[in-house]
């Protein structure tokens, strides 16, 4: 049922498309060639002075249970983290881009190939906590955070600017993320994360399990299913008071953190791309993603 949908510029064929009605959705808004110019102009003057100072965070850690060290394995000869870097670097809303990490290696490696890097202290239990240490210590003031999962070598950087420029066009939501199409296959793998979102683009839930559930009991072929994907922008005030707000029931029942934002009633507003999702969660995934890159002719 998706109504409109176009390619935007740049390298992957990146689609930005939304089904149902779409009129103030960040995707269709930049599709039809008709709507684009009066809608581009009133975002451009918004945007002129709404949230415009956006600061992209890299977050960093060393260890991992699943996977020590996995920001510097090296993916076709580079590191993941530089790799990660370099896409996000392409991203044209961004107005600093930084690695937070608690660790001298990273560090290290990170400061060799160009990037800023704000140490951060290893109590940092998540991301998002990691993120918002890194902001406080920032010296310039910025209206959004975007966390930009390491982890995710092939992100577009069209992805990132949609997830920023749907924050920037919708004053009402603190929080805005991306989904693309769930694979049948993956529809019970409770590592992939389903969405369920309204007409107008705002996140309902999220969910290891299978949203919408159909009463047959088995996945239907024909229903547009979203899966998830890592990269999440908050506005700053937010960002303070998400990492303060007490786990919620359905956060801790789910293990998903964006739900808390849900539970206490904020809106997230939600961009639907297409990307194959190929994050490296274990050192099996890095031998995929460097066969899928040869196979593109990635380098
Ligand atoms: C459930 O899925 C089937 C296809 O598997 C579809 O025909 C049907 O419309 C869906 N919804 C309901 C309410 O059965
Ligand atoms: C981060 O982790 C802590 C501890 O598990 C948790 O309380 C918090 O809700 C998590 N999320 C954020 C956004 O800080």
Redesign the pocket.
Known sequence: METESTAVTGGDTTTYSWPANGVAVYGAAITAAAMAVGYAALYVRRSAKFRSQVVGIIPARYASSRFQGKPLVRILGKPMIQRTWERAKLATTLSQLVVATDDERIAECCRGFGADVVMTSESC??G??RCYEALLSLEKKFDIVINIQGDEPLIEPEIIDGVVKVLQVSPDAVFSTAVTSLKAEDASDPNRVKCVVDNCGYAIYFSRGLVPFNKSGKVNPQFPYLLHLGIQSYEAKFLKL??E?S?TPL?LEEDL?QL?VLENGYKMKVIKVDHDAHGVDTPEDVEKIESLMRERNLS
Do not use: G, I, S
Request: aromatic content about 10%; cysteine-free; proline content about 9%.
């Open positions: 239990r998540n998002t906590e998400y990492t707000l786990p956060q953190e808390k």
